[in-house]
């Protein structure tokens, strides 16, 4: 009788460890990864965020940038770390992309996260450096068809969105365009605008100030409404690639065992944040447009985007090690 009170007693005194701990939590500074390099709309938005979230938390959020091998190396970090809620990643669709592209992958994107909660969806936009003569979508496609091979699009690395959105342009066009991958946009958008590479399929974000300045001219968003940030730029189906809609979301994951209290309290922190004027507002002024919702949403977003870009995938014929 003794031994299975004290069992019992053990039990709930185990179950109470993690509620106690999560109460305690969080006692230092919590680490958002971006998995690309300052100045891309990953880190624009892990910033602003980030920047919120701090308040509410009353620590110090430390945005964290680990980029490489299309976003998988942050991703790679997080996975492995210790799910205590001190490290969490700034995720987005590139990471769906990453689970049919790579041959092998240190993790798996959905049994080793989970997910709080989607934060934004950007369109993507066609942009060309003002040297291209092309005004539009179709120009563009006349100009590749007459030069095969020449014309260059950058993206933020092998196997991203703009990857797959520049594959998908040129097949749907019927034109062959050569890839070029960096490691972000930051470094992709220096070379589009010093004319190194003819155009790139970026989100809004990076790409917003220097076509307000009339350093980049937009050709067409890449997603099925136009955006809000660019409401004269045409859709692609518009400019006539009929169907095309593929745009970047992005939203937070935590390592899969991290603490259920824990994961309420961020997915409540940063919906309160997602929902609230000024950082609507914020969003608004970087072409983002805010979501929120539950991790269940963000779970479906996931599987029904690993799905279609696995399609995708097998079509371009992209595989990477």
Same mark, same amino acid.
């Given at each position: 009788?003794?031994?299975?009170?004290?069992?019992?007693?053990?039990?709930?005194?185990?179950?109470?460890?993690?509620?106690?701990?999560?109460?305690?939590?969080?006692?230092?500074?919590?680490?958002? +990864?971006?998995?690309?390099?300052?100045?891309?709309?990953?880190?624009?938005?892990?910033?602003?965020?980030?920047?919120?979230?701090?308040?509410?938390?009353?620590?110090?959020?430390?945005?964290?940038?680990?980029?490489?091998?299309?976003?998988?190396?942050?991703?790679?970090?997080?996975?492995?770390?210790?799910?205590?809620?001190?490290?969490?990643?700034?995720?987005?669709?590139?990471?769906?992309?990453?689970?049919?592209?790579?041959?092998?992958?240190?993790?798996?994107?959905? *049994?080793?996260?989970?997910?709080?909660?989607?934060?934004?969806?950007?369109?993507?936009?066609?942009?060309?450096?003002?040297?291209?003569?092309?005004?539009?979508?179709?120009?563009?496609?006349?100009?590749? *068809?007459?030069?095969?091979?020449?014309?260059?699009?950058?993206?933020?690395?092998?196997?991203?969105?703009?990857?797959?959105?520049?594959?998908?342009?040129?097949?749907?066009?019927?034109?062959?365009?050569?890839?070029?991958?960096? *490691?972000?946009?930051?470094?992709?958008?220096?070379?589009?605008?010093?004319?190194?590479?003819?155009?790139?399929?970026?989100?809004?974000?990076?790409?917003?100030?220097? +076509?307000?300045?009339?350093?980049?001219?937009?050709?067409?968003?890449?997603?099925?409404?136009?955006?809000?940030?660019?409401?004269?730029?045409?859709?692609?189906?518009?400019?006539?690639?009929?169907?095309?809609?593929?745009?970047?979301?992005?939203?937070?994951?935590?390592?899969?065992?991290?603490?259920?209290?824990?994961?309420?309290?961020?997915?409540?922190?940063?919906?309160?944040?997602?929902?609230?004027?000024?950082?609507?507002?914020?969003?608004?002024? +970087?072409?983002?447009?805010?979501?929120?919702?539950?991790?269940?949403?963000?779970?479906?977003?996931?599987?029904?985007?690993?799905?279609?870009?696995?399609?995708?995938?097998?079509?371009? *014929?992209?595989?990477?090690?």
């Amino acid at each position: 009788m003794h031994r299975i009170t004290h069992a019992v007693a053990c039990a709930l005194v185990a179950g109470a460890i993690p509620a106690a701990w999560a109460q305690a939590w969080p006692a230092r500074p919590v680490s958002l +990864i971006v998995p690309f390099p300052a100045g891309g709309t990953t880190d624009v938005l892990a910033r602003a965020l980030g920047q919120e979230l701090s308040k509410s938390l009353g620590q110090p959020v430390i945005v964290e940038n680990r980029p490489g091998a299309g976003a998988t190396l942050g991703a790679d970090h997080v996975a492995k770390a210790r799910p205590d809620g001190y490290t969490l990643l700034m995720g987005a669709v590139h990471h769906t992309i990453a689970t049919s592209v790579y041959r092998k992958l240190g993790y798996d994107l959905q *049994k080793d996260f989970a997910p709080i909660t989607m934060v934004a969806v950007v369109p993507n936009v066609l942009v060309v450096n003002p040297q291209v003569p092309a005004r539009n979508v179709q120009e563009l496609l006349a100009q590749a *068809k007459a030069q095969p091979g020449k014309l260059t699009y950058g993206s933020n690395g092998a196997g991203t969105g703009q990857h797959l959105i520049g594959s998908q342009f040129a097949s749907q066009g019927g034109v062959d365009l050569l890839h070029i991958p960096y *490691k972000g946009s930051g470094p992709l958008t220096t070379d589009l605008l010093g004319g190194q590479v003819t155009m790139s399929f970026d989100t809004v974000t990076p790409v917003l100030p220097h +076509i307000k300045a009339g350093k980049l001219r937009p050709l067409a968003v890449t997603t099925a409404r136009r955006s809000v940030a660019l409401p004269d730029v045409p859709t692609m189906d518009e400019a006539g690639l009929k169907g095309f809609d593929m745009g970047t979301w992005f939203g937070v994951l935590a390592p899969v065992a991290t603490p259920k209290e824990v994961l309420a309290r961020l997915g409540t922190d940063m919906n309160r944040i997602i929902e609230s004027p000024p950082f609507r507002r914020k969003m608004e002024e +970087i072409g983002a447009e805010p979501i929120g919702g539950s991790p269940e949403q963000m779970a479906r977003q996931i599987r029904d985007d690993t799905a279609r870009f696995a399609k995708l995938v097998k079509e371009a *014929k992209v595989t990477l090690e």
